[in-house]
């Protein structure tokens, strides 16, 4: 009687389909991936010799050729099968995300030993003839021998069915299932094909759960990113929820690209996230050169988290030399205006941070916590500072803030050059929490950007300051006008110019009194909404200041186009006046936006020595700690009345 090779046919093609789709949606990177596709390669592998060997014995006696070519596959195909048993082993690890527990080179190396026991039985074959025989007269035919290997791979799918139902509470019971059943078909199948030699279904059983395997368990869509060739951020999640159930321990390189929204809107999404992918792509050579086990995954628009499985590396180390690597690529590979600048944090888990959400926040928070000029930041160190403490708890500090109404308007005067005196005055938002002290906007006002609360914040400024306006006649105090940040929500909010114009009304304030602020990311982001009202503002006189010039990407040509009467100078420019570089880029710039009939403010000035060249160069207007820190009502007033009366 032959043997029914139609099911070992139809497996090849299975697996080569399945094999095919893997590639096709980038499923490549990442341990479980990569063990998946082992696992399909060995499959076809196995499943070719088997029909390779099966088919020559039916034409007895073999010839020369091919008895040798059934010797041959008759290897493959048992150094094949037994090693994606293994394989397949390793995988349950990893896909559990448990490989942690069997990370030690003597915990793999004992997982091992049934493993080699199976391939010496195999390598001694050809002297023994064990495990099977290939002659010319009966073909193949088994031995005594192959009992070892069904023994030991019956061990290792035990082993494996028991630890996956181990894992109930790590991984949802609809991938338990598909996951089992690798090995109950499998085995099932052996069992058939042990009574019934002709009945040859052991590749097609495997065949059908890896079809289950495909379906259920390794979703692309769940774990990779395919436009940046990495794991997604959701991915990233899950296993960070297993790794903390399983209370393993690892570190997490995150790095946070901070210039990726302007570099987006600068490349284009394309250019950007092919940009984004080649930097991955070296993150993922330079781990593997290291020989640490790693998983990278990836959150739009711009940043990366390294899950670390070996609590004892050191990250910091890792991150500046790869820092200097990059930097040295990326110096030919783009000009210096494309560069992306990151800042990176070391997080270990679950000695930094051991719960889901926190960590999740930290990755998106930490970036505000690296000090100027650095590059890396210790997360215990981070979590230590007072700033943290403030942001972790920010859901609760604006409920209060805004439920109590705890805001506060400050004014830092602005001087004008010309006229030797002040002229006008920045109103910044302060807010001091009963539990958690000074809260800086520039913690609170992102956030609240973020959690959609912006709204009532900037309706209170902008009453406040009409307030402050109206009840101080401030033209008699030699101010002209009062400068009023405005968040990226409250420029889009088609309201805009009615709430303005009821302020006006009720306050009796003219619009050339105030002058509204906006940021170049705010402008990036400009809707036709946006657009709509800045027309319609700067048609009933309102006039508009471009915020933090310079900390973007500056467009000389869209600046010029806005309805902008006033530019302001970011502090960071100032400060880079220390070096020669930095003195002539403010020179340029002051040159250039008096050009376009531009007015200047520079802001944080704090040196003497800045006011003067600034002066000297043509600046306008000049706002920093020099003159004064930013200061309540009273204080203001008391302030311009003795300053201006000096000056004047
Ligand atoms: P900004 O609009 O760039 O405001 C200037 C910031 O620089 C203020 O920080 C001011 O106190 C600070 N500053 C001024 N001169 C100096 C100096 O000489 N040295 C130093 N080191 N700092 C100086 P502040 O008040 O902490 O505000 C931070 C940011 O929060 C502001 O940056 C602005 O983006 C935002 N913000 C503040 N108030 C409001 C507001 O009422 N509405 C909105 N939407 N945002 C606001
Ligand atoms: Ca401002
Ligand atoms: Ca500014």
């Given at each position: 009687m032959?043997?029914?090779?139609?099911?070992?046919?139809?497996?090849?093609?299975?697996?080569?389909?399945?094999l095919?789709?893997?590639?096709?949606?980038?499923m490549?990177?990442?341990?479980?991936n990569?063990l998946?596709?082992?696992?399909?390669?060995?499959?076809?592998?196995?499943?070719?010799?088997?029909?390779?060997v099966?088919?020559?014995?039916?034409?007895?006696?073999?010839?020369?050729?091919?008895?040798?070519?059934?010797?041959?596959?008759?290897?493959?195909?048992?150094?094949?099968?037994?090693?994606?048993?293994?394989?397949?082993f390793?995988?349950?690890?990893?896909?559990?995300?448990?490989?942690?527990?069997?990370?030690?080179?003597?915990?793999?190396?004992?997982?091992?030993?049934?493993?080699?026991?199976?391939?010496?039985?195999?390598?001694?074959?050809?002297?023994?003839?064990?495990?099977?025989?290939?002659?010319?007269e009966?073909?193949?035919?088994?031995?005594?021998?192959?009992?070892?290997?069904?023994?030991?791979?019956?061990?290792?799918?035990?082993?494996?069915?028991?630890?996956?139902?181990?894992?109930?509470?790590?991984?949802?019971?609809?991938?338990?299932?598909?996951?089992?059943?690798?090995?109950?078909?499998?085995?099932?199948?052996?069992?058939?094909?042990?009574?019934?030699?002709?009945?040859?279904?052991?590749?097609?059983?495997?065949?059908?759960?890896?079809?289950?395997?495909?379906?259920?368990?390794?979703?692309?869509?769940?774990?990779?990113?395919?436009?940046?060739?990495?794991?997604?951020?959701?991915?990233?999640?899950?296993?960070?929820?297993?790794?903390?159930?399983?209370?393993?321990?690892?570190?997490?390189?995150?790095?946070?690209?901070?210039?990726?929204?302007?570099?987006?809107?600068?490349?284009?999404?394309?250019?950007?996230?092919?940009?984004?992918?080649?930097?991955?792509?070296?993150?993922?050579?330079?781990?593997?050169?290291?020989?640490?086990?790693?998983?990278?995954?990836?959150?739009?628009?711009?940043?990366?988290?390294?899950?670390?499985?070996?609590?004892?590396?050191?990250?910091?180390?890792?991150?500046?030399?790869?820092a200097?690597?990059?930097?040295?690529?990326?110096?030919?590979?783009?000009?210096?205006?494309?560069?992306?600048?990151?800042?990176a944090?070391?997080?270990?888990?679950?000695?930094?941070?051991?719960?889901?959400?926190?960590?999740?926040?930290?990755g998106?928070?930490?970036?505000?916590?690296?000090?100027?000029?650095?590059?890396?930041?210790?997360?215990?160190?981070?979590?230590?500072?007072?700033?943290?403490?403030?942001?972790?708890?920010?859901?609760?500090?604006?409920?209060?803030?805004?439920?109590e109404?705890?805001?506060?308007?400050?004014?830092?005067?602005?001087?004008?050059?010309?006229?030797?005196?002040?002229?006008?005055?920045?109103?910044?938002?302060?807010?001091?929490?009963?539990?958690?002290?000074?809260?800086?906007?520039?913690?609170?006002?992102?956030?609240?950007?973020?959690?959609?609360?912006?709204?009532?914040?900037?309706?209170?400024?902008?009453?406040?300051?009409?307030?402050?306006?109206?009840?101080?006649?401030?033209?008699?105090?030699?101010?002209?006008?009062?400068?009023?940040?405005?968040?990226?929500?409250?420029?889009?909010?088609?309201?805009?110019?009615?709430?303005?114009?009821?302020?006006?009304?009720?306050?009796?304030?003219?619009?050339?009194?105030?002058n509204?602020?906006?940021?170049?990311?705010?402008?990036e982001?400009?809707?036709?909404?946006?657009?709509?009202?800045?027309?319609?503002?700067?048609?009933?006189?309102?006039?508009?200041?471009?915020?933090?010039?310079?900390?973007?990407?500056?467009?000389?040509q869209?600046?010029?186009?806005?309805?902008?009467?006033?530019i302001?100078?970011?502090?960071?420019?100032?400060?880079?006046?220390?070096?020669?570089?930095?003195?002539?880029?403010?020179?340029?710039?002051?040159?250039?936006?008096?050009?376009?009939?531009?007015?200047?403010?520079?802001?944080?000035?704090?040196?003497?020595?800045?006011?003067?060249?600034?002066e000297?160069?043509?600046?306008?207007?000049?706002?920093?700690?020099y003159?004064?820190?930013?200061?309540?009502?009273?204080?203001?007033?008391?302030?311009?009345?003795?300053?201006?009366?000096?000056?004047?």
């Amino acid at each position: 009687m032959q043997p029914l090779l139609y099911f070992d046919i139809c497996s090849v093609p299975i697996f080569l389909i399945i094999l095919i789709s893997v590639y096709a949606r980038r499923m490549t990177k990442g341990m479980s991936n990569r063990l998946f596709i082992t696992l399909l390669i060995l499959s076809v592998l196995s499943a070719l010799s088997d029909i390779v060997v099966e088919a020559a014995s039916c034409s007895l006696p073999l010839s020369e050729p091919l008895l040798v070519m059934s010797n041959i596959c008759a290897y493959i195909y048992f150094i094949s099968r037994s090693t994606s048993i293994v394989v397949y082993f390793f995988f349950v690890f990893s896909i559990t995300g448990t490989w942690y527990r069997i990370r030690r080179k003597r915990m793999k190396a004992i997982l091992l030993i049934p493993f080699t026991v199976m391939l010496l039985t195999v390598a001694s074959n050809p002297f023994t003839g064990l495990v099977f025989s290939v002659t010319s007269e009966e073909g193949y035919s088994r031995g005594f021998g192959i009992n070892i290997i069904y023994v030991i791979c019956t061990l290792y799918a035990l082993c494996g069915t028991i630890y996956l139902l181990s894992c109930h509470r790590i991984i949802p019971k609809n991938k338990i299932f598909p996951l089992v059943s690798l090995y109950a078909l499998t085995m099932t199948a052996v069992v058939v094909q042990f009574f019934n030699r002709m009945l040859l279904v052991e590749m097609i059983a495997t065949a059908f759960s890896t079809i289950l395997l495909i379906l259920f368990v390794l979703r692309p869509e769940e774990i990779s990113d395919v436009s940046v060739g990495s794991l997604s951020f959701e991915a990233y999640r899950s296993e960070i929820r297993k790794i903390l159930l399983t209370k393993q321990k690892v570190h997490i390189a995150i790095i946070s690209f901070t210039n990726a929204y302007e570099l987006r809107s600068y490349l284009g999404e394309m250019r950007f996230l092919t940009y984004v992918s080649h930097i991955i792509r070296q993150l993922d050579s330079m781990f593997r050169r290291e020989r640490v086990f790693f998983d990278i995954y990836f959150e739009h628009p711009g940043t990366m988290y390294i899950i670390i499985d070996d609590p004892k590396y050191d990250v910091e180390d890792a991150y500046h030399r790869l820092a200097d690597e990059l930097m040295r690529r990326s110096e030919k590979a783009v000009s210096a205006g494309e560069r992306l600048t990151a800042v990176a944090c070391d997080l270990a888990v679950p000695d930094d941070l051991n719960d889901l959400d926190e960590i999740i926040r930290f990755g998106r928070d930490f970036v505000q916590q690296v000090p100027p000029g650095k590059i890396f930041v210790n997360a215990s160190d981070v979590i230590a500072s007072k700033d943290y403490r403030i942001i972790s708890n920010m859901d609760l500090i604006l409920n209060r803030a805004i439920a109590e109404s705890r805001f506060k308007m400050y004014y830092q005067p602005i001087y004008s050059v010309e006229k030797g005196r002040f002229i006008s005055a920045e109103a910044l938002i302060r807010l001091f929490d009963d539990e958690f002290g000074y809260v800086s906007p520039a913690l609170f006002i992102p956030a609240a950007e973020k959690r959609g609360v912006i709204l009532p914040i900037g309706d209170y400024v902008l009453e406040e300051v009409h307030r402050f306006i109206s009840q101080n006649n401030i033209s008699s105090l030699g101010l002209e006008y009062i400068e009023i940040n405005l968040s990226i929500a409250q420029c889009m909010q088609e309201e805009l110019p009615e709430h303005l114009a009821f302020l006006r009304e009720r306050y009796g304030v003219p619009p050339e009194k105030i002058n509204l602020e906006f940021t170049e990311t705010t402008y990036e982001d400009m809707g036709s909404v946006m657009q709509f009202n800045l027309d319609a503002l700067s048609e009933v006189g309102y006039t508009f200041s471009l915020d933090d010039y310079g900390t973007g990407y500056s467009n000389m040509q869209r600046v010029s186009k806005l309805p902008l009467k006033i530019i302001k100078l970011d502090k960071s420019l100032v400060d880079d006046m220390a070096t020669d570089d930095g003195l002539s880029i403010v020179r340029n710039t002051v040159k250039m936006m008096r050009d376009i009939n531009k007015e200047l403010v520079a802001e944080g000035v704090e040196t003497k020595e800045n006011l003067d060249y600034l002066e000297k160069i043509g600046c306008h207007f000049i706002q920093g700690y020099y003159f004064s820190k930013p200061l309540p009502e009273d204080e203001f007033i008391m302030f311009i009345k003795e300053h201006n009366k000096i000056n004047a």
